[in-house]
């Protein structure tokens, strides 16, 4: 009986350290937070977005997309904007 019950206590504490290691991997990995077309060029667009966009925790990608760009934004744990980033990413995409 007593070693069931230290065996039950084991698999607790595993399970309890597999949710808590897969939390915080989660908030650490980067995830998608927007897709988008832009008119503006490639090198423009990058040149628009970067002072609005400068934060360590999000990851912007600008790709060539026919005459204008095609934009993948990410941030670490799929955090919203905040209002500036937010801002700059509108203006940016409705200039052009």
């Known amino acids: 009986m007593k070693r069931m019950a230290v065996m039950i206590a084991l698999v607790g504490a595993l399970v309890l350290f597999a949710l808590t ?11 998608n937070v927007l897709f988008a077309n832009a008119a503006l060029a490639p090198r423009a667009l990058r040149a628009c977005l970067a002072p609005g966009l400068a934060a360590k925790d999000l990851q912007v990608v600008v790709a060539p997309h026919g005459k204008g760009a095609r ?14 980033e937010a801002e700059a990413l509108r203006r940016c995409l409705a200039a052009g």
């Open 71 to 84: 934009l993948e934004l990410s941030s670490r744990g799929g955090r919203p904007l905040d209002k500036v």
């Open 21 to 31: 290691v897969g939390e915080r991997e989660r908030k650490a990995e980067m995830r």
